[in-house]
T-cell receptor
């Protein structure tokens, strides 16, 4: 099925460990986004990309890095995980930036716990 | 204070009831989105509004730009409507601000 696929779905990390979350979309979308979702708060944009080879910071970029080497993949990296990064992470893609009649397609989420 | 406020935070309804979820925002916007997040975590886009009203099946979304308010209505609610409903507003400069969500549980 077409859509946005995130891996892994769950992960537990120890403080200081590193990991990479992978987001893959097969809709040829230019725009991709990484959000985090925390209890009582709305989704917050971490980083985004407007095309292959480009990335930009969102609202809460500190402690994260991203790469978009291929159009279909958007990677989110945590170099040294901290308990404050315990969250549910969502990847999304869209043909254009949430405007006009375009829809944003979201992945299923990755539940990350940092202990 | 969040720029986007949703109410109620939690809502339990009986199957068949008419449900209203509200979204108020404090900034100028160019569009408003309603999203649905299922228990499994996946998020889907329900509506994008810039004025008036939209209907899709049992779902109706309205927006009043002057009052900075939008409502999402569900008619003849069903347990499968149980989900988190999220309002998001698009501001100038392509900034998208999300509400914290309304957790809806429909009991049979």
């Amino acid at each position: 099925n077409a859509g946005v696929t995130q891996t892994p779905k769950f992960r537990v990390l120890k403080t200081g460990q590193s990991m990479t979350l992978l987001c893959a979309q097969d809709m040829n979308h230019e725009y991709m986004y990484w959000y985090r979702q925390d209890p009582g708060m709305g989704l917050r944009l971490i980083h985004y990309s407007v095309g292959e080879g480009t990335t930009a910071k969102g609202e809460v970029p500190d402690g994260y890095n991203v790469s978009r080497l291929k159009k279909q993949n958007f990677l989110l990296g945590l170099e040294s995980a901290a308990p404050s990064q315990t969250s549910v992470y969502f990847c999304a893609s869209s043909r254009a930036w949430f405007r006009g009649a375009n829809e944003a397609f979201f992945g299923q989420g990755t539940r990350l716990t940092v202990v | 204070k969040n720029e986007v406020e949703q109410s109620p935070q939690n809502l339990t309804a009986q199957e068949g009831e008419f449900i209203t979820i509200n979204c108020s925002y404090s900034v100028g916007i160019s569009a408003l989105h309603w999203l649905q997040q299922h228990p499994g975590g996946g998020i889907v886009s329900l509506f994008m509004l810039s004025s008036g009203k939209k209907k899709h099946g049992r779902l109706i979304a309205t927006i009043n730009i002057q009052e900075k308010h939008s409502s999402l209505h569900i008619t003849a609610s069903h347990p499968r409507d149980s989900a988190v409903y999220i309002c998001a507003v698009k501001q100038g400069g392509n900034k998208l601000v999300f509400g914290a969500g309304t957790i809806l549980r429909v009991k049979s």
